[in-house]
């Protein structure tokens, strides 16, 4: 059974940095491209970043080009986001996600109904 575990969330201010991983366990990590997305109050999931299985190959939305960074470690089995220069608007829960098939390109992770999802981590940014 997959398991995804976010952490890193939290509430800081505008212009801060932070750190978002994803644990995931149940089958071989490093076979799979793997995504995160976000949801804010009100508002549609939205595609955040996505990485291929050997972390080759990063898409990031243009909100967030330049601030976050994706990345993996196939080693330990773990997805990062370390993301700079918050803004309010990037006040959402965060998800973690892994594709379900092996071929799955990175764009398209989280748009497969069998898709394995998180169950997500609050960013919060407020002064």
């Known amino acids: 059974q997959v398991n995804l575990a976010e952490s890193g969330g939290g509430l800081v201010q505008p212009g801060d940095s932070l750190r978002l991983s994803c644990a995931a366990s149940?089958?071989?990590?490093?076979?799979?491209?793997m995504a995160w997305f976000r949801q804010a109050p009100g508002k549609e999931r939205e595609f955040v970043a996505g990485?291929?299985?050997?972390?080759?190959?990063?898409y990031y939305a243009d909100s967030v080009k330049g601030r976050f960074t994706i990345s993996r470690d196939n080693n330990n089995n773990l997805m990062n986001l370390p993301m700079a220069k918050v803004q309010p608007e990037d006040t959402a829960v965060y998800y973690c996600?892994?594709?379900?098939?092996?071929?799955?390109?990175?764009?398209?992770?989280?748009?497969?109904?069998?898709?394995?999802w998180g169950q997500g981590t609050q960013v919060t940014v407020s002064s």
């Open positions: 990485i291929s299985w050997s972390g080759g190959s990063k």
């Open positions: 149940g089958r071989t990590f490093r076979n799979y491209a």
């Open positions: 996600v892994q594709a379900y098939g092996p071929t799955t390109p990175a764009l398209r992770v989280g748009v497969h109904p069998d898709d394995y």
